[in-house]
Structures are given as structure tokens and as C-alpha cells.
């Protein structure tokens, strides 16, 4: 059975460029979904805070916008990658996915499919009304009524039906995850990495370190979270990182030769470009996270701007955003593949 390390910031604010504090923590679905893998392949997970008290999820990760069905989710992703056979040319921001009513996609694909319209035909339209909502940045629901063969088989009425029908699932899964959560006892009672000793280390097989904006606070420059890292890295065992934890790996410091520890490694982290549509972002962040790992000496690898992407490098994983949250877990466990029993 592999045995895994997971920190998780305790952070409750992070100060902004401005020297405002903003409300912070750990990113809900970077630690919920996680754990959800991790108990599912038997792998036994331990938590530790930086300072020992319990974590807290930021309250922003766990508005319902950010919790979509998978289907949907997977459905607005293949729509958005038919506006351009190169996906370098379609700049998706938060926006896109948040605010504009695309995750409807599917549900409003489904029902002009059952109101008799030819699946192809189907296909088409809902591609050009997300294209138009895209592009113009309105509402998808005001795309498609503006779209004769829409209006034909779906009334206005029927169309803001299928928004409401989304959100309420949305809104449900939030209030899940949100009671997993609390009803964690690993997160509501976790121990202090200074309590762990070196002995207590070797038993671990890596350290996993999910994100959001808390680890930019308590672990960029802390010597416990340093020694946990070298610790592994120091043995080849999987350290990784999701999102803004990488901020840790900038805590550890130089080798021998006086380079940083992780110079010269591919990674990736949540990009600067995601950043500036953040709350934080658009408020003004301490420092920026792509940025300070590339003049650590990092060989940034970024995809599309909220896009899932692991990068393995050696024994480092990192990861670019919370919806890499899954593929991060999975690459983890694939890495730990073998660790006896």
C-alpha cells in the first residue's frame, strides 16, 4: 500500500501587492478530488499543516460555478476546441467558463437532438452560438436566440430552464464537497510537520501538496516544508505539486553547487495569465508564481490557459490549475505503481 504525505496551508489571508490582507486557504476541489483517488486506489494519506492548525478551503473554490459536472465540463471543452484546429489560437479565460452560461452546452445540445433535430445539425449550431458567446463575450442563452433553428424547437423559456437545471447541480456539488471537507478528520485534525520525524519520513512514499493561495503564504519559506521536499527529492521519491504549491519548491533552496534544487526541471504552476483573472489577480498578488519559479531556474511548461497538464520531470510533478486536480492524482498513483504493501 503506498503511503502518501499530503500538506495542505494553513494560511487564512495573503497579503496583497497593495499591503491589504485578502481572505485565502487551500483550493477545495485541489484537495477533494485527490483524496477521492487516493482512497480509491487503497493508498493510505496522511495530512500535516505547516504550523499543525486546520486548513481552511477558501470560500471562492467553492462557489458552485467552479463545480460543473464532469459530462458537462467535458462536453464545453470538445465545443471550445472546434473553434480552431490549433488551440494556441483560442484564448479561454475565466470568464468564458464562469460567467457566460456555456457549461449549458450539452444539456441544450441534448435537447434540440430530442426535439428532432439531426444530431450533426445539433452539433453545428451549438458550436456557432458558443463561438459567437465566445467571441463577443455574451451570453450563450442570447447567442442561441438569436438563432432561428434554436428558437424553433426551444423557447426562450426552455433555454433558461437548461442554465437552471446546470446550476442547480452546481449548487448541490458545492454543498457536497463542502461537507466532505468538514467531515474529514485528517483536515480537521492534522499534525504539524516540525512533529515529524525523520524515522516517521521513511515511511511515506512521496509528499502531494495541493493548492490555491494559501501555499504562496506558508510555505515558500519555510524550513519544515524544506525538509520535507529535500527529504524526498533527496531519495528520487514523487514530490508534487498542484497549482500554486509549487510556491513550495522555491522554499528548499540550493544544492551543492549552489544552484536551486529543482534547477533545470520542467514544470509547470498555475500560469500568470490565469492569475490576472483571478480575485487576487486582478487585486494585485504579493509576487507572481510562473515567473518567480522560471528565475529560480525552472524550465516553464505551460499549456492553454485553463487547460489540465501534468508535467513529470524525474521525480517531480506539477501540475498548472485546479483542473488538473484528477490528471495530477491519477500521475501520482502511476508514479507509486509497485510501492509494496
Known sequence: M??????????????????????TGYWAEEVAKPLRHFKAAA???????????????????????FHHPDADRDFLASVMRSFATDPEDVRITLEHLTELNLIAARRVHQALVDADMARPVATA???????????????????????????????????????AEVDAVCV?????????????????NPKALASLTEAQLQHFD?????????????????????RVIRHFH????????????????????????????????????????????????KAGPPWWLETDLKNAGGVFDPAPAWSSHVVIDRNLLTAQNPGSSEAMADALLKKLEGVAA
Not at 127 to 148: C, G, H, I, Y
Open 125 to 163: 449550431l451549438v458550436q456557432r452560438a458558443a463561438r459567437q458567446a465566445w467571441r463577443t463575450r455574451t451570453d450563450f442563452v442570447s447567442a442561441l436566440n438569436a438563432e432561428p433553428a434554436a428558437t424553433d424547437r426551444l423557447d426562450p423559456g426552455r433555454l433558461q430552464a437548461l442554465v
Open 206 to 226: 512521496a509528499v502531494f501538496i495541493p493548492g490555491g493561495h494559501g501555499p504562496m503564504v506558508d510555505m515558500t519559506n519555510n524550513s519544515e516544508v524544506a
Open 43 to 65: 493508498a493510505e494519506v496522511q495530512i500535516y499543516t505547516p504550523d499543525g492548525q486546520p486548513p481552511r478551503a477558501d470560500l471562492y473554490s467553492l462557489e458552485p460555478k
Open 172 to 188: 448541490r456539488r458545492a454543498g457536497e464537497m463542502a461537507a466532505e471537507l468538514g467531515a474529514h478528520s485528517g483536515l480537521q
Open 234 to 281: 533527496a531519495r528520487r521519491q514523487p514530490v508534487a505539486a498542484l497549482c500554486h504549491a509549487p510556491a513550495a519548491l522555491l522554499s528548499v533552496g540550493e544544492d551543492q553547487e549552489g544552484r536551486w534544487l529543482f534547477d533545470g526541471y520542467r514544470m509547470t504552476a498555475f500560469l500568470d495569465e490565469e492569475e490576472e483573472q483571478t480575485i487576487i489577480g
Open 2 to 23: 503506498a503511503k502518501i504525505l499530503m500538506i495542505v496551508s494553513s494560511a487564512r489571508a495573503i497579503t496583497l501587492a497593495s499591503g491589504k490582507p485578502h481572505p
